[in-house]
């Protein structure tokens, strides 16, 4: 483990991670243009970003074991090219099928970036591992907000045929790396020889409920936002918000979120108990949850804006506690409260669109939101669970 941080390293993460982010938000911004062309149910609509997050999510763990033991380069390379290409195909295509194609291989992009980016704040971090954590989450949630009202814009200003345009960014961001950055050989320099799974057979019980508690929390979390990601667009372009400007919201809600995570992540390095942090800012989010659909629109614009402040603030935290854990695994590690976590989430939302034919978006939401409440009562019972390491 370095000493001091290493900024060039940091950055790096945090470039990569925006990049390769940026493609996964394409779809949010699709959604109500989706709905309309395809004349969508519901159930259909949260297929298509329970695709986008279950491929990019659910093959974490592999790409995680993969970037310890050969190294980060190539996946920090496969990544924004898969990504960028296929991503970008989804304007010119024909049919539902296709899209859902495009979808899961260009998401599989995104999975292979996200274990090594978030290992790098641990490899490189120094003493400030949880905010070089928050550095390279806002990466991706910086390019997670632009990219949606980026597709929007090429789609409102030039049409659906010039969407592969998109891509350059994502190919010239590969074509970088390839050639400028040096291998990163986690599993020669930092890694220990033993795997993360042989391991997991030998670590204490508690330590394993604790990763398990973690990517509970990190589940009710992402369920909760995939489902709101997934019907948010629908609801508020049915009451009068025009796309772009919904495009506008979703950049604020994510950019807003990134900050929050910042400080989150700056806060935890100076604190022992990060667990109280993490409950404090899902409980802070739950009443912003409800107030989005309480008031009329222009205010619940203001309340989803908040929620994704607290909301997408405790992402670093919950990465840094499982690193905490396996901090030599630190790859494998992170892609189980984020992969894992995620896929499942985006699993879940299946069912939930589903039930949203039935019952209607909003009625379906509520239910959605017991789960935060969940998230703050299983935190209580972390400290104890951790005092049996010792």
């Not at 409920?209 to 990517?215: D, E, K, N, V």
């Not at 804006?305 to 670093?316: D, E, K, N, R, W």
């Amino acid at each position: 483990m370095v000493k001091r941080i290493q900024k060039s390293k940091i950055l790096l993460g945090a470039s990569v991670h925006a990049i390769t982010d940026f493609y996964s938000s394409f779809i949010v911004g699709m959604i109500p243009i989706f709905t309309v062309k395809l004349g969508l149910s519901l159930f259909l609509v949260s297929t298509l970003t329970a695709v986008n997050f279950i491929s990019a999510n659910l093959s974490q763990p592999l790409f995680g074991y993969l970037s310890d033991k050969y190294g980060m380069k190539r996946f920090l390379v496969l990544g924004p090219l898969m990504a960028s290409v296929f991503i970008s195909l989804l304007g010119i295509t024909s049919t539902y099928w296709v899209i859902l194609i495009c979808l899961f291989l260009g998401n599989l992009g995104v999975a292979a970036t996200h274990p090594p980016t978030a290992a790098i704040a641990t490899y490189f971090g120094g003493p400030r591992r949880g905010f070089a954590n928050a550095i390279i989450s806002f990466g991706g949630a910086f390019g997670f907000s632009l990219g949606s009202i980026f597709i929007i814009f090429i789609i409102e200003k030039l049409g659906l045929a010039f969407t592969p345009l998109a891509s350059v960014p994502g190919i010239l961001t590969a074509a970088v790396i390839l050639k400028f950055t040096p291998d990163i050989g986690i599993s020669t320099q930092l890694a220990g020889p033993a795997s993360f799974f042989d391991k997991l057979k030998k670590v204490r019980r508690p330590k394993i409920i604790l990763l398990t508690m973690i990517i509970l929390i990190a589940y009710f979390r992402e369920t909760t936002g995939i489902a709101l990601l997934t019907f948010i667009p629908l609801y508020l372009t049915d009451r009068g918000v025009e796309l772009l400007n919904f495009g506008y919201i979703f950049m604020a809600f994510i950019i807003v979120g990134g900050l929050g995570g910042l400080a989150a992540g700056f806060y935890s390095d100076r604190i022992q108990k990060r667990h109280i942090v993490l409950q404090i800012l899902i409980f802070s989010a739950l009443p912003c949850l409800y107030a989005i659909f309480i008031f009329p629109v222009n205010i619940s614009i203001v309340f989803f804006i908040l929620y994704g402040l607290f909301s997408v603030a405790t992402i670093p935290l919950s990465n840094r506690l499982a690193q905490d854990i396996f901090p030599k695994n630190a790859a494998l590690a992170t892609s189980f409260s984020i992969g894992v976590a995620t896929g499942s989430a985006s699993a879940t939302v299946l069912l939930i669109g589903k039930i949203a034919d039935i019952l209607g978006i909003i009625t379906t939401l509520r239910y959605v939101m017991i789960l935060p409440v969940i998230s703050v009562i299983l935190l209580f019972f972390y400290p104890v669970v951790k005092a049996r390491i010792r």
